[in-house]
């Protein structure tokens, strides 16, 4: 009986570590075409390199991302903290150069804190919107 208690007991401090953040799959910036990862994660046991791979297998295993699977998600970026500015752009952050570029760094160390949104893409992609900011739907 009390080892049923202790399991559940570290169940419950387990899940206590975990923290909620939201990562934004992006597919086209020009059409706003994202989807979203809702993730509970341990943010200093779980690097930027996880999360990223996390990402991805999640994009080729669940039916409701099939149609993002041809794109190439390999870079993060923070879009927004719980309680911080938003920014205009619904689809991405252009204002701050918020990259998690190092693979190895602990989500913590970079500034992950709970219920931040993240965003995962292409950069090449990205760096063409960048360029040229404009949206292909509203044209």
């Not at 297998?57 to 099939?66: A, D, I, Q, S, W």
């Not at 619904?90 to 931040?116: C, H, P, R, S, W």
Request: hydrophobic share 35%; charged share 25%.
């Amino acid at each position: 009986m009390s080892s049923v208690a202790n399991n559940e007991s570290n169940e419950c401090s387990q899940s206590q570590d975990l923290s909620v953040i939201t990562v934004r799959v992006i597919k086209s910036f020009e059409y706003r075409t994202s989807k979203n990862l809702i993730l509970k994660v341990d943010l200093s046991q779980t690097t930027v390199g996880n999360l990223k791979d996390m990402c991805r297998n999640l994009v080729r295993t669940e039916p409701g991302f099939k149609a993002y699977r041809n794109v190439q998600l390999d870079t993060l970026k923070i879009y927004t903290h719980a309680f911080g500015h938003k920014t205009q752009n619904l689809i991405i952050n252009l204002e701050d150069e918020g990259f998690l570029q190092e693979d190895m760094a602990m989500l913590d160390y970079v500034g992950v804190k709970n219920e931040t949104e993240l965003s995962i893409f292409n950069m090449e992609a990205y760096s063409a919107y960048k360029e040229n900011p404009n949206m292909k739907w509203e044209n």
